[in-house]
C-alpha cells in the first residue's frame, strides 16, 4: 500500500516522501540562468563527463545530470553529442591559436617570440589538465568536423609563426611555413611529452630547454632588411 493510499484510510498517518539524493557530481536542478551562463555550464560538465570516459563512452544523460539540468534543456543547447563535443572543441582550439599569436604579438624580439610560442603551449597543456586531450588526442580523429578543428588548431598557429618568420627572414612562403608547422610540432609533441611525464622538469625549465633547441635552428637565419629605396 503506497503512503498516499495509507493516508487515505487513516486521515493521522504521517505522509512520508522519498527522498532522491543526487550522485556527488550532480548538481542541484531549478536555477534559471541566463542562456550563456547556461551554455558555459553545459561546456564545463560535457568537458568533465568527455575527459573522464572519452566520446563514445560518454553519455548526454550523465551530462545533463552532471550540468544539474533535464536532458530536454541540455537538447535545447545542442541538437546532439557531436554538436556538444564540437562546441568544446572550438573553445580549446581558439585559446590555443589566441595564446599563441599573443605571444608572438608580445615582443618585437624573435628570441623571445620563439620563447613564448614554445611556452603558448606548454601553458595550454598544463592549464587544461587533461581536457587538452580533446584538441590533440581526441578519439574521433576520423570524422571530418572534428579533424578540420584539430588541424585548424596547429595550421592557425603555424601561421601566425610563418608570417613572423616570413617578414623577418626573407624566407618564402612555403619555406616560412614549413618552418612554423616544425615548429608548432615540436612544442605540442614537447609539451605534451612533458605533461606525461609528470612535470619531472619545472615547467619554467622545459619551456626554456625546448626554445633554445628551438632557436639554435631558426635564430640562424638572417634577418631580414626591407629595402627602402
Not at 568527455?50 to 533535464?70: C, L, P, Q, T
Not at 598544463?126 to 579533424?147: I, K, M, T, Y
Not at 616570413?166 to 615540436?186: F, I, R, Y
Amino acid at each position: 500500500m503506497s503512503p498516499r493510499e495509507r493516508q487515505a484510510r487513516d486521515p493521522q498517518a504521517p505522509l512520508k516522501e522519498t527522498v532522491v539524493t543526487a550522485t556527488p557530481d550532480a548538481k542541484p536542478r531549478g536555477t534559471r540562468l541566463p542562456r550563456l551562463a547556461r551554455r558555459r555550464q553545459l561546456l564545463s560538465a560535457a568537458q568533465e563527463v568527455f575527459v573522464e570516459n572519452g566520446y563514445h563512452a560518454a553519455a548526454m544523460d550523465e551530462i545533463a545530470e552532471r550540468a544539474g539540468v533535464s536532458k530536454p534543456v541540455l537538447y535545447q543547447h545542442f541538437p546532439g553529442k557531436l554538436e556538444l563535443y564540437l562546441a568544446l572543441l572550438d573553445l580549446h582550439v581558439d585559446d590555443m591559436v589566441a595564446r599563441c599569436k599573443e605571444a608572438l604579438a608580445a615582443t618585437p624580439d624573435n628570441k623571445l617570440r620563439v620563447q613564448g610560442a614554445i611556452g603558448a603551449f606548454f601553458d595550454f597543456i598544463s592549464s587544461q589538465g587533461e581536457a587538452f586531450r580533446l584538441v590533440f588526442e581526441s578519439d574521433l580523429r576520423n570524422v571530418a568536423p572534428v579533424r578540420q578543428r584539430m588541424e585548424r588548431s596547429l595550421r592557425e598557429s603555424a601561421d601566425a609563426i610563418a608570417q613572423v618568420i616570413q617578414e623577418d627572414t626573407g624566407c618564402s612562403s612555403d619555406e616560412a611555413h614549413l618552418l612554423g608547422v616544425g615548429l608548432v610540432g615540436m612544442a605540442e609533441v614537447s609539451a605534451r611529452y612533458w605533461l606525461t611525464s609528470h612535470g619531472s622538469i619545472p615547467k619554467e625549465a622545459a619551456t626554456q630547454l625546448m626554445a633554445r633547441l628551438a632557436w639554435r635552428g631558426i635564430g640562424g637565419f638572417p634577418r631580414h632588411t626591407p629595402d627602402m629605396s
